[in-house]
T-cell receptor, first 112, second 112 residues
Framework: KAGVTQTPRYLIKTRGQQVTLSCSPISGHRSVSWYQQTPGQGLQFLFEYFSETQRNKGNFPGRFSGRQFSNSRSEMNVSTLELGDSALYLC???????????FGQGTRLTVV | LAKTTQPISMDSYEGQEVNITCSHNNIATNDYITWYQQFPSQGPRFIIQGYKTKVTNEVASLFIPADRKSSTLSLPRVSLSDTAVYYCLVGTVMDSNYQLIWGAGTKLIIKP
């Protein structure tokens, strides 16, 4: 079966701009989680969506937001980009929170 | 809130058994312990999950003592392709929601 697909794979944006990242989960998976990964901070949880509802949220500012559609596809939006937002953004899907999570290859965002 | 502590890096040789130990002193009664593997420029990949005693699958074993304050991931007969970062995670329930708390990861380097 197809894995988790994230688009785009690479992105370069300018400070102050906004960006939208997309994640298509594995068919049948209703939980989608987003993570930010940087060399200095490691993997940090952003938020989780389940059946179109944000079920859990990490400690990130309100500039980071997301949503999930009825087909479980999810988008993450970052507004007013800062240089420190440069990172690998990973999406993971699972049947539910406490089951095996499958990760996409990530979107590498560079803010200049 | 449960946190995980694991060695920053480890070296071993092909054909050897590698054991990576993780401590999670504040693990709660209902928390699960999960390990993921990550290669550069890829998302993490699930290895194994356990609650207590021993769990074994086709790629690894997970040993959890009775007090559950630590766990050991055992990789039998490693090869060069096992060079990766290994994350020990604790799944914890917060406000009725399940969340994975990611550790800093152990960089495992396998030498020929």
């Amino acid at each position: 079966k197809a894995g988790v697909t994230q688009t785009p794979r690479y992105l370069i944006k300018t400070r102050g701009q906004q960006v939208t990242l997309s994640c298509s989960p594995i068919s049948g998976h209703r939980s989608v989680s987003w993570y930010q990964q940087t060399p200095g901070q490691g993997l940090q949880f952003l938020f989780e969506y389940f059946s179109e509802t944000q079920r859990n949220k990490g400690n990130f500012p309100g500039r980071f937001s997301g949503r999930q559609f009825s087909n479980s596809r999810s988008e993450m939006n970052v507004s007013t980009l800062e240089l420190g937002d440069s990172a690998l953004y990973l999406c993971a899907s699972s049947r539910d929170s406490n089951t095996e999570a499958f990760f996409g290859q990530g979107t590498r965002l560079t803010v200049v | 809130l449960a946190k995980t502590t694991q060695p920053i890096s480890m070296d071993s040789y092909e054909g050897q058994e590698v054991n990576i130990t993780c401590s999670h002193n504040n693990i709660a009664t209902n928390d699960y312990i999960t390990w993921y593997q990550q290669f550069p420029s890829q998302g993490p990949r699930f290895i194994i999950q356990g609650y207590k005693t021993k769990v074994t699958n086709e790629v690894a074993s997970l040993f959890i003592p009775a007090d559950r304050k630590s766990s050991t991931l055992s990789l039998p007969r490693v090869s060069l392709s096992d060079t990766a970062v290994y994350y020990c995670l604790v799944g914890t329930v917060m406000d009725s929601n399940y969340q994975l708390i990611w550790g800093a990861g152990t960089k495992l380097i396998i030498k020929p």
